[in-house]
Each structure stands twice: as C-alpha cells, then as structure tokens.
C-alpha cells in the first residue's frame, strides 16, 4: 500500500469529531431551554461556534451546549 | 453632490483595500461551504463566507463619498472594480482547509485589529462599521483559535500543512499595516480615524495571536520581550516586496 493512499484517510482520521454536545435554546424568558439539536466537536469553542452558526433559525435569547458523555439516565424504557 | 464629497486619498486608499480584502475572503471561504472537514465546519464557513462578504458591501458605498472616486466611478463597485488591493495570497483558490483557517487566524484577526482602532474613529460611518464588525468577528476569532488548535495538535501532515499555511500568509499580512512610516495610516492616525501608528497595530496583532501560537509551539519570527512584556518581530519585515498603493506583495516576487 502506498503512502498517497493511506495518508488521507489518517488525515481524516486525525480530525475526526468524537465528543457529541446537545444543544438547548429558548425563544422567550418564560419559555424553558428545550433540546433544538446536537453538534459534533472535540473543541467546546468550536462546539459554540457550531452550534450559534448552525441553530440560527431563531432570535434566540439563551442557547447552552451540554457534553452528550455528561448525561446521566435516570429511566430507560 | 460634489461639495459635499470628502477629499482624503489615504482614508480611500485604507478603505478600498480593507473593502477589497473583505471581498475576496469571502470569495475565498465560499468555496468551502462544501467543503470543509465536517458539516459543522462546513456551516461555519457558509455563515462566516456571508459575514465577510456584508462586510465588504458595507464599506464599498464609503467609497463613493470620496473625491478620490470622482476620476473612476466604475471602481467603488464591486462588480465593475478592476483595482485589487486584497492580499496576493487571496488571488487564488486556497489549495486546502489549513488556507481558510490561516487566513481566518491570520489575515482576518488583522482586518479586525484595524477595525478595533477604528471603534471611537472620527469618521463616523468608519466608527458604525468597525463596532458591529468587532463584534461579529469575535465569533470568527473562537473558529480560528479552534481550529488552529485543532489542526496543530493532530500532528504529523495535518500540522505541517498548517504550519505551511500559516507561513505563506505570514510576511504579507503583517506588512498590511504598513512600515511605521507608512503616509496613509500616518495620516488616519493623526486625523483621528484610528487610534493607533502602524507599529501599535502591528504590536496589538501580534498580543492577539502569540499567545495561541506560542502555546501550540508553532516557530514564528516573534520573542517575548520581557522588559516590555509584548511580542515583538525577531526580524525586519520584506518592505523592498510591499506595494504601498495596493497594500499587497509586489507581483513577481514571492
């Protein structure tokens, strides 16, 4: 196998996104956050960045990201 | 309403080539709204290629009110401009990802250093524009920080193509601001227009970006001067390949 073959997908590899992060927005004060989506991000600057240019459907006035890892289920049906 | 038009050619020069600049990054990052590592990033670039390009439709029309555009109005238009006074690092495509993210780190975090002198500027449609640009480039200063970062510490071919990038834009960029003697932002900074000589701004750059550098050990020509504790160039900057007029490496060298 030569090395044009196996070095782009191990550059790839290298920048593969691993860490998952929800994200929750709210349009309105008396509104409570909600789940709007994910992004993937090993980078939580990144992850901010995403999140803001990808969930822009919205004026929103609260966004937060939460590390998907971070989540701990209390009921599974 | 000829009258009323603003006769200062070092203001124009200064604008067209920060409206020039604006224009081709957002050319430049267009072309990765499909292409980048990852849909996420692939979004950013879409929204950061909109952010540059309002940013150059906002200084264009500056243009017009000047005495300096009366000899060739076809140049205050972007789409009839012939002149181009962006970097010569943007006359071409980016020949990969770790281009975007140097010229986001790099060139665009000296635009907004401009633009951060410009916030209390004189000349007010300068002051509105340079606070709202600020402003959105915070968001375009996380995404190079980030990815910086992130390609840096991948190591290997990633982060000596990084590395390559950076370096390719590196001389020219710095040279924007100009020699410390340059007339132009001479004259802006003893107008008022900006708050600062082409040495300050070059020195508020470098506070801005050495410490990520620095950080990911990426061996540029700056040291930390302990006695000023600022980040000061090791070495004199290739003027004999600056033009003055276009603000851009001379064409034929490189």
Known sequence: MNSTTTSAPRRREALNETRVWQVYARRKYEEPLHEIGNVMADDVELAKVYARS???????????????????????? | ????????????AVLSSLADNK??????????????????????????????????????PLLEDFTQAESDPSQVEPMTRTLHYHLAYLDHDFQGWSDFVATNFLLDTALTTFFAAAQNSSYEP???????????????????????????KAGGAVRSTLVASLFRLWDETLC??????????????????????PDD???????KIMPTLSSLEIDVPVFFNVDTKCWELRQSLPWNAWDSVTRRKSVGLS
């Open chain 1, 54 to 77: 990808i969930y822009d459907e919205f004026s929103w006035i609260e966004m937060v990201i939460i590390p998907r890892d971070n989540i701990v289920t209390v009921i599974e049906s």
């Open chain 2, 1 to 12: 309403m000829a009258g009323s038009h603003i006769d200062n050619a070092a203001l124009f």
């Open chain 2, 201 to 207: 701004l070059r020195r508020r750059y470098l506070q």
């Open chain 2, 126 to 152: 300068l002051r509105q524009r340079a606070r709202k640009i600020v402003q959105e480039e915070r968001i375009h200063e996380m995404h190079a920080d980030g990815w910086v970062r992130r390609l840096a």
């Open chain 2, 23 to 60: 224009q081709a990054i957002g050319r430049r990052y267009a072309y990765w709204c499909n292409g980048a590592p990852a849909l996420e990033a692939a979004v950013a670039a879409a929204a950061m290629t909109q952010d540059e390009l309002g940013h150059a439709r906002t200084l264009y």
């Open chain 2, 176 to 197: 924007w601001f100009g020699p410390n003697d340059d007339p132009n932002m001479q004259g802006l900074y003893r107008e008022g227009i900006i708050d600062a000589t």
